[in-house]
């Protein structure tokens, strides 16, 4: 569950990125964030896993207020919420394997574990096969795949994902899309940054809009309601 209360968020530089959140997410649910270039959504998902400390209010997220968190009671938290972005963001020296295994040695899983694991969420996400290939081998879309399976190793109840199609061709996105439908469809959250209106209004999901850092609506199976 996550809950926002009268979330607000400045930068240092004086721009107001949110201007007063309230929403509540429940567990298992998908849903997609929308809204124009600079409304405020990175800055709402930067806010539930701890990279940024709203400027006012609670961020609660199962049953915990995590603005009251110490720095080092962060990393602990995170394990909890898994990350796919953009840009992949995959160690490029590191094999498909090793950069999953990674997630899990760093929070000290056993190796008869992570070797069970790593096979595991390979398997789900179609890559068994190109476990020994390096990134730089790898299309965009199996790319974007290994970092979705590296993102649920340790099985967060959570998962964000911030235009985790932006960098990929239609007929891919789509592929992602349904790797995260069967990703929610075994009870873990879903919050998803898009500018894909196609996906949106394809694959019908609760919708966000975030506007100059308000929520200007939220809908039970909504429209992505920009034109681009
Ligand atoms: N680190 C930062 N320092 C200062 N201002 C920032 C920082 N990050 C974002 N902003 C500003 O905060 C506002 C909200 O940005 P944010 O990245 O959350 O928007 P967004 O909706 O995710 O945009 P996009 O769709 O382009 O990714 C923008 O005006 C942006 O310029």
């Known amino acids: ?111 008869k574990n992570i070797r069970k694991r790593v096979m595991s969420v390979l398997e789900q996400v179609g890559l068994k096969n190109k476990a020994r290939f390096i990134p730089d081998e790898l299309s965009g879309g199996e790319q974007q795949r290994v970092a979705i399976a590296r993102a649920i190793v340790n099985r967060p109840s959570i998962l964000i994902a911030d235009e985790p199609t932006g960098n990929l061709d239609p007929e891919t996105s789509w592929e992602i899309m349904q790797i995260l439908e069967e990703i929610n469809a075994s009870g873990t959250t879903i919050l998803m940054a898009t500018h894909s209106k196609e996906i949106v209004n394809t694959i019908k999901k609760r919708v966000i809009a975030v506007e100059d850092g308000t929520i200007v609506r939220d809908e039970h199976r909504g429209e992505y309601g920009y034109e681009i």
Do not use: C, H
């Open 1 to 111: 569950m996550i809950e926002m209360q009268e979330v607000y968020m400045t930068y240092p530089n004086g721009v107001v990125a949110l201007n007063g959140i309230d929403v509540k997410i429940g567990q298992g649910e998908f849903v997609y964030i929308v809204g124009p270039s600079g409304a405020g959504k990175s800055t709402f998902t930067k806010l539930l896993i701890r990279e940024e400390l709203p400027t006012n209010g609670a961020v609660t997220v199962n049953n915990k207020n995590i603005t009251e968190l110490k720095w080092k009671e962060v990393p602990y938290f995170r394990r909890n919420i898994g990350v796919v972005y953009q840009d992949f963001r995959l160690l490029p020296k590191l094999t498909v394997y090793e950069n999953i295994a990674f997630a899990m040695e760093v929070i000290e899983e056993t190796p």
